[in-house]
């Protein structure tokens, strides 16, 4: 009994300095005695709840950018997060302020970010911003930049590439570029104006590479992010060009009798695969770009056009309608050309077309009919499974980002051409980009931007 | 303990100096207003550690009861140790004597029949007996396991709740996460011990722990200290 | 059989409108900029404005066919058979039907008796399918005329084959109605 009185008396101490102990044990000396093993087998899948705190602008007038509105809305359209809405945000911390933490754990939100923007002069202006962990309350990513003011818009997309990378492991694709062509929809077809465009991956910061009276279709990336070759109309048929985005440089790179079509750089920079149908109707060639050599790829009566790299430049994938139908192909290719014969890939439906490889080489999206529908498809190349990732009846074009996770296709809406993204493996409804004016087709993801 | 102490001395030390700074903290008797969390988790363990006082208590005397049920059991042991043999004698003393004497025989035989009937029933009652004693003990081991187990299924529970699984990650990742708790069920650490490999999906579960904190653990410290230290496996459901 | 002909009439309206619009210019350097050439807003009924566009295009001036005389170009008579200038097609067919094989027949016929003019062929397909694929399938209609005005006599020489797939169409609107209209060959002298 005096053990008992006296444990009561010391107990909280006692007991407090044992559980301490034990505690501070189990923390930072591994424990010996079995431990409690338990399973967690469900929880859920959604996007990621962040809050994008407005960027604080403490000088007069307003902040030349709206930094954190285009990084929010750069997060919401991959669909893997769910940015908080401005007027949700319990409140608006700034850099060195105290963050209510009990408050933003109410707002479901798990990451926070936080920025502020400053005219240092010179034109110039210098974002700083962090983010953190609501839950641990540590920051798991502070920056700053010193840019010119025509360079804010390309700062907010590598901070929305910088948080995508920190929360989702992957390198982020938002300070990339799109090209695209937009024509005026006219009902007078000599009152069209065709437009190839490029612009920021979000759609704004439009600039126009070429204006003409007659179509321009095909536009795509050199590997180094800085031509484009595409198809023009502008002497009524088709030939290929290739431009310098910066100089506006343009050469002529096939102008053959018949169609010059489809052309896609290797990835080496190299070469360019093509649709020519010089030699009758429309075959593959490879053409050296620097001495202009061509190579025969194909050679048979049916069409056989649309051709795409694989990333490691060793074979090409195309459409062939040569069993009948539209359907996707793959031949090895040697730097002497053609080795080996084509063999089929896709056997799913009647229509497969317009393929191309993702940037792992892992799968091709393409272009399926389905019930009179032409919708986007993934092919993963390892089983042969066909996914249906679009679902209108008019999609075309998929381009695919840098990193290989979303997907840039042309759709309509209410009878006008736009643009969708979506992300690769179909777990969110397309975002739609910013709608432009005229019909919007044609968009080609360029390739990671040098900084 | 010596030894303990010696192998664990970083621990140890690390121990004596959080005693000291919480008895510190105990003196001025946690009347500052802090706005930080802190001084929430203080009050917790204060609030816990007098729970614990009391059902340490309830143990003790639970072993002293134990002790003296032993003591008595041993007692009554030795008495019937002592009869038996009491018995042994006397009976070969008769023997002896009825040796000569044939007409007892079935007088005898009778009564042996009747004694082992008599220790028959004895040890029956005697197995009863123990039986019981065993329920006794077995009952509130059953509670305990029963306690252990739904504690174990509402953690799981109010973490499956919280865990919001990243979209862009592969399926068919595993992570194994160890926490340490405290008897409020706050999470106080969390140690990834087998990364999936993938750093989304590891900051998924870590998240998770930290937003179901506190997590529903037994309320009776004896079982808590199975929960104390907690090694979780992660894998995707099926959706 | 009244949607038949519906569609038969506003084809002929559309071609009309086409052909007041897609006049080549006779040099074969193809000048991107053609909208000067029906001057005013030539809506269906525009057969003077044509008329005009295609004097101005300078043709041969003495030809008859079908002893269907007229003082100037037959090419510009409306009446004439060679007023009809669009091959329509079946869905992903390069099939020519036989109305539009009668009218190719004309077209031999005035090619083997004129055989300095050229003629290009233009093919077009719906919007349905791959942009590329459809610019190859658009090649090939035209090739299959070219292949029969050739079997028919006319010189290789006299003829130029063209695709421009999906990308000009007649109709914009994305109906059943619009892609039969735009599933087409067109002759263009």
Known sequence: MQYAKLTIRIAPFLLLFFSLLFLVNYVFVSQAHAVLEVEVKGGFQSADPIAIVPFLWSQSGKAPVDIGSIVSADLARSGVFSPLSINQLPERPTLEGPINFPRWKNTNVENLVIGQITAIGQGRFEIKFKMLDIFTKKNSIEYRYNVEKKQLRRVAHQISDQIYQQLTDTKGAFDTLIAYVVVNNDTDPKKRIYTLAVADSDGYAEQIILKSKKPIMSPVWSPNGKRLAYVSFEKDRSIIYMQELTSGKRKTIAKFKGINSAPVWSPDGKRLAMTLSKDGNSEIYVMHIASTVLQRITNHYSIDTEPAWSPDGRSLIFTSDRAGKPQIYQVAISQKGRSGNPKRLTYEGDYNAGASFSPDGQSIVLITREQERFRVGILQLANRQLQILTRSRLDESPSFAANGKMLLYATELRGRGILEAISVDGSHSPQRLRVLSGDVREPAWSPYRGR | ?239 | ?189
């Open chain 2, 1 to 239: 303990m010596l030894d303990w102490i010696k192998d664990n001395s970083t621990a140890f030390a690390i121990a004596v100096v959080f005693h000291l700074l919480f008895l510190a903290a105990l003196l001025v008797n946690c009347q500052m207003d802090k706005p930080d969390k802190i001084v929430l988790k203080q009050g917790d363990i204060i609030q816990v550690s007098a729970v614990d006082a009391n059902s340490y208590d309830a143990e003790v005397r639970k072993i002293e009861q134990k002790k003296k049920a032993e003591q008595r059991k041993k007692v009554q042991a030795k008495r019937k140790a002592q009869e038996l043999a009491k018995k042994k004698k006397q009976e070969e003393i008769r023997k002896k004597k009825e040796k000569q004497g044939k007409a007892d025989e079935l007088k005898r035989k009778k009564a042996a029949v009747a004694k082992k009937k008599k220790e028959a029933l004895k040890k029956a009652e005697q197995e009863k007996k123990r039986k019981k004693e065993a329920d006794k003990k077995r009952q509130p081991e059953l509670k305990r396991k029963e306690q252990r187990d739904r504690a174990e299924r509402e953690i799981v529970q109010k973490i499956e709740r919280n865990w919001r699984q990243p979209l862009e990650v592969p399926s068919r990742l595993e992570c194994k996460i160890e926490i340490v708790l405290l008897p409020s069920g706050n999470v106080v650490a969390v140690k990834v011990v087998e990364s999936s490999g993938n750093q989304a999906f590891d900051r998924s579960v870590e998240t998770a722990v930290r937003k179901a904190s506190p997590l529903p653990v037994p309320t009776d410290s004896v079982i808590f200290k199975e929960f104390e230290v907690m090694r979780l496996r992660f894998e995707p459901g099926s959706y």
């Open chain 3, 1 to 189: 059989m009244i949607l038949k002909k519906l569609l038969i009439l506003l084809a002929a309206a559309t071609l009309a409108f086409l052909t007041a619009c897609s006049t080549i210019s006779d040099d074969n350097t193809g000048d991107a900029s053609v909208e000067d050439r029906t001057g005013d807003g030539a809506n269906g009924e525009g057969y003077e404005g044509q008329t005009g566009g295609y004097n101005d295009s300078g043709m041969g001036d003495s030809f008859a066919v079908n002893g269907q005389s007229t003082n100037g170009d037959p090419l510009a008579d409306p009446n004439s058979p060679l007023s009809i200038r669009t091959i329509y097609f079946e869905y992903d067919s390069t099939m020519i039907n036989s109305e539009g094989q009668a009218a190719l027949n004309v077209h031999a016929e005035y090619l083997l008796l004129n055989p300095t003019m050229h003629l290009v062929i233009e093919g077009h397909t719906d919007e349905r399918g791959t942009r590329e694929y459809n610019l190859s399938l658009g090649e090939r209609r035209s090739r299959e005329v070219g292949d029969f005005l050739t079997a028919s006599g006319v010189s290789a020489e006299q003829i130029e084959v063209r695709s421009y797939g999906e990308e000009n169409p007649v109709v914009l609107d994305h109906s059943e109605f619009a892609w039969q209209l735009n599933r087409r060959v067109e002759l263009l002298y």
